[in-house]
């Protein structure tokens, strides 16, 4: 009983422990994220630390005896002591969290610490705690608790090398008598409480982490309910009535005092404290806000000092202040102000954070639709009107439902569906584009259909990437793919479109072909040559293609439509490569 009383001693050693490296961003990072070698050396050092501490602050154990004189740290050990420690512990959380590598090197350097120290089982404490480290990593990799942080099979893995020690210590320890009393003394304290410290270590990171995810997730979804309620005012670009009512709407929703929108010239719209001298149509005055126009990047002030309102009796005295951002371009900002610095959080900065993205994005779609208001070319028209409004929302759903899920890829997504709407306005603008621009925006389409379906189709693509700075009409291959996706696999659960990009004849061949539902004839031979009504669709984007192209090149372009019913589709496209380029 005494013995299991300084045991759970050192085991408070391992809870404060914890308890720090939970409240460490960079340690919970490392923890969880996909680890590299400069990840696995941080663990490595981590670990292997917490075990040479564990060594040091141990219980010596004296010819069956609790030694009446233990101090809290032990240097050196005596050859007729043993020490009864908490080492396993640091060993086995290192093999579970970093995998065999990383057990491995823990166990090895702890190990060959403990043998430094001396004592009478010495070797074998040394050889247990290298064995500890291989088989925790080893079972964690096939146990996958890291992936599923399953308290109940980290505890065994604990107990396993804990009694793989004892073990050892029999088989190696010299004489086998008073190795067998040691063990008949420690073996159940130390697997005990060592399976204990595990599951209390477990316990502490796992709180701290569920946390963080639910003020992600809450912050996630308060930044997305502001979205779409502003959306439809930024859809009217920056001016004074949208920044008014998005200004109301977001210090409405989040605990500031004050909130302001800008564009590059002067106030467009302040809401709260501060509204007698932070008025509209006014030219920017503060240092900060001109600081943020200028580099483009989030800055925070904590003082009166750092905002640099020349009003002598403003009140606020700390601010976020976050540029709006249209094609990489910073065209505003948007500034929350506090009265108290306390009040500007962490969870506050990364919230505003969101925001900003999300703001320039609905801006960037604002654009989007201001430019297809003033197209004037027909045939460009008519493709832009290809991108249904269903498409966008049915995007913004699957984006909002992967928020509760995969937060990180609900980002890349958001990402994925602005360069897809920005390829639209760089096509709607330009004649010719470069052939990876196109790319791009083929790609960016097919992220966000195969996160809405996925493993409904593959698509392969083969590309000769030497051929990117070529110029082409835009919206060539996107609108064949997306042609293949609704209408070649709509009574199919999966299908194949292949891609292909390459050199022939001295000719850039453009190709899409799939193993869908396919077309008769009839149907093929009119196909591009004219706007056809049927129910499964009117064929105005393959009649645009076909148009732009033989418009830009003439006879030097070919285009090539081959289809058979319940075998597929393919498409084929010819063009000169020509250094021509039309701004």
């Known amino acids: 009983m005494e013995l299991f009383l300084f045991m759970l001693e050192r085991v408070g050693l391992i809870i404060v422990f914890a ?19 400069k990840e696995k050396v941080w663990l490595i050092i981590i670990f292997s630390a917490l075990s040479i501490v564990s060594s040091y602050t141990g219980i010596k154990i004296e010819s069956g005896t609790i030694n009446p004189l233990n101090q809290m740290i032990h240097s050196t050990i005596n050859a007729e002591e043993a020490i009864a420690n908490t080492r396993l512990i640091g060993v086995a959380i290192a093999g579970i969290f970093g995998g065999p590598l990383v057990g491995v090197s823990v166990g090895i350097i ?3 610490h403990r043998i430094t120290l001396g004592g009478f089982t010495a070797i074998a404490c040394g050889i247990s705690t290298i064995l500890a480290g291989f088989i925790t990593g080893g079972l964690s990799n096939q146990l996958k608790i890291r992936q599923t942080f399953s308290y109940k099979k980290a505890v065994i893995i604990g107990i396993c090398a804990e009694t793989l020690q004892m073990v050892v210590i029999l088989l190696v320890a010299k004489p086998f008598e008073q190795a067998l009393q040691l063990v008949s003394i420690i073996a159940l304290p130390m697997i005990f409480m060592n399976a204990f410290g595990i599951l209390i270590f477990f316990i502490i990171i796992k709180t701290f982490i569920d946390e963080e995810e639910r003020t992600k997730a809450l912050q996630t979804h308060q930044a997305f309910s502001i979205a779409q309620q502003t959306i439809e005012h930024f859809r009217k670009g920056l001016n004074e009535e949208s920044c008014r009512t998005v200004a109301e709407i977001i210090k409405r929703e989040i605990e500031v005092d004050a909130v302001a929108i800008t564009d590059t010239n002067g106030i467009l719209a302040h809401v709260g404290v501060g509204e007698d001298h932070h008025v509209i149509h006014q030219e920017i005055v503060t240092a900060l806000t001109k600081r943020v126009l200028v580099e483009g990047r989030i800055l925070t002030a904590t003082s009166a000092k750092e905002i640099s309102c020349p009003h002598e009796d403003c009140p606020l005295s700390a601010a976020i202040v976050l540029p709006l951002k249209v094609q990489h371009k910073t065209v505003g900002t948007l500034k929350l102000y506090f009265i108290n ?13 969101g925001l900003s993205r999300l703001f320039s994005s609905q ?23 290809q991108v249904h409004p269903h498409f966008f929302f049915n995007s913004l759903n699957t984006i909002s439902s992967l928020i509760r899920t995969d937060a990180d890829e609900a980002r890349a997504l958001l990402i994925k569906l602005s360069t897809f709407f920005r390829s639209n306005l760089q096509g709607a603008r330009q004649m010719l584009i470069p052939l ?20 409904r189709y593959d698509v392969q693509f083969h590309l000769d990437e030497s051929l990117f700075d070529v110029h082409i009409p835009p919206f060539t291959l996107q609108p064949l793919v997306e042609n293949a996706i609704y209408h070649a696999f709509k009574n199919r659960k999966e299908g194949k479109i292949d891609v292909k990009v390459q050199r022939l004849n001295n000719k850039l061949l453009l190709l899409t072909e799939d193993n869908g539902c ?16 049927s129910e499964q669709g009117t064929g105005t984007a393959i009649w645009n293609i076909y148009q732009r192209i033989h418009e830009i090149y003439g006879t030097e372009a070919d285009f090539h439509i081959s289809s058979t019913l319940d075998v597929g589709t393919k498409i084929m496209i010819q063009l000169p490569l020509k250094a021509t380029r039309w701004e």
């Open 110 to 112: 702890a190990g060959v």
């Open 518 to 533: 396919g077309m008769r004839e009839e149907q093929v031979k009119q196909l591009g040559k004219t706007i056809m009504q």
């Open 341 to 353: 610095v306390s009040s500007l959080t962490g969870a506050k900065k990364e919230l505003a954070e």
């Open 363 to 385: 801006l960037e779609y604002a654009e989007i639709e201001q430019q297809r208001k003033l197209l004037k070319d027909a045939e460009i028209k008519a493709l832009q009107a």
């Open 19 to 37: 308890f720090l490296m939970s409240r460490w961003r960079l340690f919970r990072g490392v923890l969880f994220k996909d680890q590299g070698v």
């Open 436 to 455: 990876k621009n196109e790319i791009d925006h083929v790609e960016a389409y097919l992220s966000i259909e195969q996160t809405r379906f996925p493993n």
